[in-house]
C-alpha cells in the first residue's frame, strides 16, 4: 500500500503499511474525513513524520490524541497551527524549559521548529473526530504506532524517549532502554504538572545525553 509519508519512514514502515489491519484503518479514516469534520487536516496526518525523516531522530516525545478544537491540530504531538493560542499543558511545557534553560517562553506553540531539529513528535492517535476527544482511539493507530516506537527503538541508538504521563509510559514499555534514554514524568496538564512535570529539567537532561553522545543538541 502506497501511503504518503516521508521517504525514509516510507522504507522503514512499508511491511507495516502492508498489514491488513492498516489497510482497515485506512479505509476508517478516509470514510470519517468524507463524511464528518476530522483533525488534523488530511495532508498533516503524517506531518510529524514529514517534518522528522527516520534518520534524523534523536527525541521522541510521546502524546495520546490530536487537539480536537477548530484549527489547532497540526499533525504534529502537543503542537498547534502557527496564530491559534497555546494550549494548558504546551504552556507548562514551555514554562518547564523557562526554569530549566532560562528561555523565553515563545509566542508561538507550533513546533515545526523543534520537528525539523530531529524530535518526533508523536501522538499514539493521529486523527480525531472535531469536539469527541478520544474518537478515532483504537482504530488502529494504537498498534501503527506502537510499530513506529519500536523502528525506532530497535534500529537506532541513543534516542531520548520523554513519556510524560501514565498513559505514555505505559505505551513506551516497548523501548530498549539499553540503549536510549527514557525520562518518566507526570503529564504537563494543568491537572498534573505540580505532581512531578514541573523541575524535571528533561530538557536540559536530554541535551546533556545527547552532547555525551557526540549528537547535536536541541535548540528547545
Given amino acids: 500500500m502506497q501511503v504518503k509519508i516521508e521517504s525514509s519512514w516510507q522504507q522503514v514502515l512499508q511491511d507495516e503499511f502492508e498489514k491488513p489491519y492498516f489497510q482497515t484503518l485506512i479505509n476508517f479514516v478516509k470514510t470519517e474525513y468524507t463524511t464528518t469534520e476530522v ?22 516525545i510521546l502524546g495520546q490524541d490530536p487537539y480536537h478544537g477548530q484549527g489547532q491540530a497540526n499533525g504534529l504531538a502537543f503542537s498547534v497551527a502557527e496564530g491559534m493560542r497555546t494550549p494548558p499543558s504546551l504552556l507548562n511545557i514551555f514554562k518547564e524549559i523557562e526554569a530549566d534553560l532560562g528561555k523565553p517562553i515563545p509566542r508561538s506553540g507550533n513546533l515545526e521548529r523543534w520537528a525539523e531539529q530531529g524530535v518526533l513528535l508523536l501522538n ?4 480525531v473526530r472535531a ?29 531520548v524517549f520523554l513519556l510524560w504521563g501514565a498513559y505514555a509510559q505505559k505505551k513506551g514499555m516497548i523501548i530498549d532502554e539499553r540503549k536510549h534514554l527514557v525520562l518518566k514524568a507526570a503529564h504537563p496538564s494543568p491537572f498534573a504538572a505540580d505532581k512531578g512535570f514541573f523541575g524535571t529539567r528533561h530538557f536540559s537532561k536530554t541535551n546533556a545525553y545527547l552532547r555525551e553522545h557526540g549528537l547535536p543538541e536541541i535548540e528547545w
Fill in 131 to 159: 469536539h469527541q476527544a478520544g474518537s478515532h482511539q483504537k482504530k488502529g493507530w494504537e498498534e501503527f504506532t506502537d510499530a513506529v516506537i519500536k523502528k525506532v527503538s530497535d534500529q537506532k541508538e541513543h534516542v
Fill in 124 to 127: 499514539a492517535t493521529l486523527t
Fill in 39 to 60: 483533525y488534523p487536516p488530511g495532508k498533516q496526518i503524517f506531518h510529524a513524520f514529514d517534518e522528522c525523516p527516520f534518520d534524523q531522530v534523536r527525541v521522541v
